[in-house]
T-cell receptor
Framework: GAVVSQHPSWVICKSGTSVKIECRSL??????MFWYRQFPKQSLMLMAT?????????EQGVEKDKFLINHASLTLSTLTVTSAHPEDSSFYIC????????????FGPGTRLTVL | DAKTTQPPSMDCAEGRAANLPCNHS???????VYWYRQIHSQGPQYIIH???NNETNEMASLIITEDRKSSTLILPHATLRDTAVYYC??????????FGTGTSLTVIP
Protein backbone atom coordinates (compact mmCIF):
# COMPACT_ATOMS: atom_id res chain seq x y z
CA GLY A 1 0.00 0.00 0.00
CA ALA A 2 0.88 3.68 -0.16
CA VAL A 3 3.34 4.88 2.47
CA VAL A 4 3.41 8.30 4.10
CA SER A 5 6.26 9.34 6.37
CA GLN A 6 6.67 12.20 8.79
CA HIS A 7 9.78 13.79 10.21
CA PRO A 8 10.57 14.23 12.99
CA SER A 9 8.57 11.65 14.94
CA TRP A 10 8.87 13.79 18.03
CA VAL A 11 10.27 17.21 18.88
CA ILE A 12 10.71 19.28 22.01
CA CYS A 13 11.21 23.00 21.68
CA LYS A 14 11.25 26.13 23.76
CA SER A 15 8.35 28.55 23.80
CA GLY A 16 8.67 31.18 21.09
CA THR A 17 10.63 29.07 18.62
CA SER A 18 9.39 27.72 15.31
CA VAL A 19 9.17 24.05 14.42
CA LYS A 20 8.93 22.49 10.96
CA ILE A 21 7.29 19.11 10.37
CA GLU A 22 7.69 17.27 7.07
CA CYS A 23 5.20 14.96 5.43
CA ARG A 24 6.31 12.81 2.51
CA SER A 25 4.51 10.41 0.23
CA LEU A 26 7.18 7.79 -0.35
CA UNK A 27 5.90 5.76 -3.29
CA UNK A 28 3.31 7.96 -4.91
CA UNK A 29 2.62 11.54 -5.85
CA UNK A 30 0.03 13.53 -3.96
CA UNK A 31 -1.42 16.77 -5.26
CA UNK A 32 -3.31 17.17 -2.00
CA MET A 33 -2.26 16.44 1.56
CA PHE A 34 -4.11 17.08 4.78
CA TRP A 35 -2.84 18.15 8.19
CA TYR A 36 -4.51 17.15 11.46
CA ARG A 37 -3.95 17.86 15.12
CA GLN A 38 -4.87 15.53 17.93
CA PHE A 39 -4.92 16.35 21.62
CA PRO A 40 -4.76 13.58 24.23
CA LYS A 41 -7.87 11.42 24.40
CA GLN A 42 -9.49 13.38 21.58
CA SER A 43 -10.20 12.68 17.94
CA LEU A 44 -8.26 14.04 14.98
CA MET A 45 -9.10 17.60 14.06
CA LEU A 46 -8.53 18.68 10.47
CA MET A 47 -6.38 21.81 10.34
CA ALA A 48 -5.81 22.46 6.65
CA THR A 49 -5.69 21.12 3.13
CA UNK A 50 -2.32 21.41 1.48
CA UNK A 51 -2.41 21.87 -2.29
CA UNK A 52 0.69 21.41 -4.43
CA UNK A 53 1.67 24.66 -6.08
CA UNK A 54 -0.99 26.79 -4.43
CA UNK A 55 -1.99 28.17 -1.08
CA UNK A 56 -3.29 25.90 1.63
CA UNK A 57 -6.92 25.99 2.67
CA UNK A 58 -7.39 26.32 6.41
CA GLU A 59 -10.29 25.11 8.51
CA GLN A 60 -12.29 27.63 10.45
CA GLY A 61 -10.52 28.69 13.62
CA VAL A 62 -7.04 27.63 12.49
CA GLU A 63 -4.60 30.54 12.30
CA LYS A 64 -2.88 30.46 8.93
CA ASP A 65 -0.12 32.80 10.07
CA LYS A 66 0.71 30.51 12.95
CA PHE A 67 0.57 27.22 11.05
CA LEU A 68 2.41 27.78 7.79
CA ILE A 69 1.94 25.11 5.17
CA ASN A 70 4.12 24.68 2.09
CA HIS A 71 3.42 22.00 -0.50
CA ALA A 72 6.40 22.57 -2.75
CA SER A 73 6.40 19.25 -4.57
CA LEU A 74 4.13 16.32 -5.30
CA THR A 75 5.75 14.29 -2.53
CA LEU A 76 6.41 16.81 0.21
CA SER A 77 4.31 19.08 2.38
CA THR A 78 5.63 20.94 5.41
CA LEU A 79 3.87 22.38 8.43
CA THR A 80 5.68 25.07 10.38
CA VAL A 81 4.39 25.98 13.80
CA THR A 82 5.58 29.53 14.28
CA SER A 83 6.28 31.06 17.69
CA ALA A 84 5.18 27.88 19.39
CA HIS A 85 3.61 28.00 22.83
CA PRO A 86 2.79 25.24 25.31
CA GLU A 87 -0.83 25.13 24.11
CA ASP A 88 0.49 24.09 20.67
CA SER A 89 1.80 20.88 22.18
CA SER A 90 -0.04 18.14 20.36
CA PHE A 91 0.18 15.18 18.00
CA TYR A 92 0.34 16.39 14.40
CA ILE A 93 -0.60 13.96 11.63
CA CYS A 94 -0.62 14.31 7.87
CA UNK A 95 -2.36 12.29 5.18
CA UNK A 96 -2.04 11.97 1.43
CA UNK A 97 -4.07 10.27 -1.25
CA UNK A 98 -3.42 8.68 -4.58
CA UNK A 99 -5.80 11.16 -6.14
CA UNK A 100 -7.64 8.66 -8.27
CA UNK A 101 -10.56 6.30 -7.94
CA UNK A 102 -11.98 6.46 -4.46
CA UNK A 103 -9.07 8.55 -3.23
CA UNK A 104 -8.29 6.62 -0.07
CA UNK A 105 -6.18 8.70 2.28
CA UNK A 106 -3.08 7.22 3.86
CA PHE A 107 -1.82 8.67 7.09
CA GLY A 108 1.65 9.34 8.37
CA PRO A 109 2.82 8.03 11.75
CA GLY A 110 2.44 11.44 13.38
CA THR A 111 4.76 13.94 15.06
CA ARG A 112 4.61 14.56 18.79
CA LEU A 113 5.33 18.23 19.54
CA THR A 114 6.07 19.33 23.08
CA VAL A 115 6.58 23.03 23.73
CA LEU A 116 8.24 23.89 27.02
CA ASP B 1 -20.17 15.54 4.67
CA ALA B 2 -22.65 13.52 6.71
CA LYS B 3 -22.08 12.98 10.41
CA THR B 4 -21.67 9.57 11.93
CA THR B 5 -22.63 8.10 15.29
CA GLN B 6 -20.65 5.30 16.90
CA PRO B 7 -20.76 3.72 20.36
CA PRO B 8 -17.91 5.13 22.46
CA SER B 9 -16.54 1.76 23.49
CA MET B 10 -16.88 -1.97 22.96
CA ASP B 11 -15.25 -5.14 24.22
CA CYS B 12 -14.66 -8.31 22.26
CA ALA B 13 -13.23 -11.66 23.27
CA GLU B 14 -10.06 -12.69 21.48
CA GLY B 15 -10.80 -15.00 18.55
CA ARG B 16 -14.41 -13.90 18.26
CA ALA B 17 -15.85 -11.60 15.63
CA ALA B 18 -15.94 -7.92 16.46
CA ASN B 19 -18.94 -6.11 15.01
CA LEU B 20 -18.63 -2.33 15.10
CA PRO B 21 -21.75 -0.36 14.17
CA CYS B 22 -21.95 3.07 12.62
CA ASN B 23 -25.02 5.20 12.02
CA HIS B 24 -24.97 7.67 9.14
CA SER B 25 -28.64 8.39 8.62
CA UNK B 26 -28.04 11.62 6.68
CA UNK B 27 -25.65 10.12 4.14
CA UNK B 28 -26.12 11.32 0.58
CA UNK B 29 -25.95 9.25 -2.57
CA UNK B 30 -22.40 10.19 -3.51
CA UNK B 31 -20.84 9.70 -0.10
CA UNK B 32 -18.65 6.72 0.59
CA VAL B 33 -18.30 4.99 3.96
CA TYR B 34 -14.70 4.67 5.14
CA TRP B 35 -13.30 2.87 8.16
CA TYR B 36 -9.98 3.67 9.77
CA ARG B 37 -8.45 2.62 13.05
CA GLN B 38 -5.88 4.26 15.27
CA ILE B 39 -3.67 2.36 17.61
CA HIS B 40 -2.38 4.45 20.48
CA SER B 41 0.06 7.19 19.44
CA GLN B 42 0.11 6.15 15.79
CA GLY B 43 -1.41 7.57 12.63
CA PRO B 44 -4.77 6.17 11.50
CA GLN B 45 -4.67 3.01 9.42
CA TYR B 46 -7.00 2.48 6.48
CA ILE B 47 -9.22 -0.58 6.83
CA ILE B 48 -11.92 -0.61 4.18
CA HIS B 49 -14.46 1.53 2.34
CA UNK B 50 -17.62 1.12 0.29
CA UNK B 51 -20.46 2.92 -1.41
CA UNK B 52 -23.47 0.62 -1.24
CA ASN B 53 -22.30 -2.94 -1.78
CA ASN B 54 -20.79 -5.05 0.96
CA GLU B 55 -17.03 -5.19 0.80
CA THR B 56 -14.41 -7.59 2.11
CA ASN B 57 -10.64 -7.50 2.21
CA GLU B 58 -7.90 -9.22 4.15
CA MET B 59 -8.55 -7.12 7.22
CA ALA B 60 -12.30 -6.85 7.54
CA SER B 61 -15.76 -6.90 6.03
CA LEU B 62 -18.02 -3.90 5.60
CA ILE B 63 -21.77 -4.41 5.61
CA ILE B 64 -23.85 -1.45 4.45
CA THR B 65 -27.61 -1.54 4.89
CA GLU B 66 -29.77 -1.27 1.82
CA ASP B 67 -30.91 2.24 2.72
CA ARG B 68 -27.27 3.16 3.45
CA LYS B 69 -28.22 4.75 6.75
CA SER B 70 -25.94 2.49 8.75
CA SER B 71 -23.04 0.12 8.38
CA THR B 72 -21.12 -2.48 10.35
CA LEU B 73 -17.43 -3.21 10.31
CA ILE B 74 -16.66 -6.85 11.03
CA LEU B 75 -13.29 -8.10 12.20
CA PRO B 76 -13.81 -11.85 11.78
CA HIS B 77 -11.32 -13.13 14.36
CA ALA B 78 -10.26 -10.36 16.70
CA THR B 79 -6.76 -10.45 18.14
CA LEU B 80 -5.17 -8.38 20.88
CA ARG B 81 -3.49 -6.29 18.17
CA ASP B 82 -6.92 -5.15 17.00
CA THR B 83 -7.35 -3.10 20.18
CA ALA B 84 -7.68 0.44 18.83
CA VAL B 85 -10.05 3.33 18.21
CA TYR B 86 -12.14 2.68 15.10
CA TYR B 87 -13.45 5.59 13.08
CA CYS B 88 -16.33 5.50 10.64
CA UNK B 89 -16.27 8.41 8.18
CA UNK B 90 -18.60 9.31 5.34
CA UNK B 91 -17.17 11.45 2.62
CA UNK B 92 -17.64 12.66 -0.90
CA UNK B 93 -14.65 11.73 -3.07
CA UNK B 94 -12.13 14.53 -3.12
CA UNK B 95 -13.41 16.14 0.04
CA UNK B 96 -11.69 16.26 3.39
CA UNK B 97 -11.91 13.55 6.04
CA UNK B 98 -13.63 14.71 9.20
CA PHE B 99 -13.18 12.37 12.13
CA GLY B 100 -15.84 11.75 14.77
CA THR B 101 -15.18 10.37 18.21
CA GLY B 102 -14.93 6.75 17.08
CA THR B 103 -15.33 3.49 19.00
CA SER B 104 -12.63 2.32 21.37
CA LEU B 105 -12.44 -1.44 20.87
CA THR B 106 -10.77 -3.54 23.53
CA VAL B 107 -10.00 -7.14 22.68
CA ILE B 108 -9.95 -9.22 25.84
CA PRO B 109 -7.76 -12.32 26.19
Amino acid sequence: GAVVSQHPSWVICKSGTSVKIECRSLDFQATTMFWYRQFPKQSLMLMATSNEGSKATYEQGVEKDKFLINHASLTLSTLTVTSAHPEDSSFYICSAGLGRGTDTQYFGPGTRLTVL
Amino acid sequence: DAKTTQPPSMDCAEGRAANLPCNHSTISGNEYVYWYRQIHSQGPQYIIHGLKNNETNEMASLIITEDRKSSTLILPHATLRDTAVYYCIVRVIGNQFYFGTGTSLTVIP
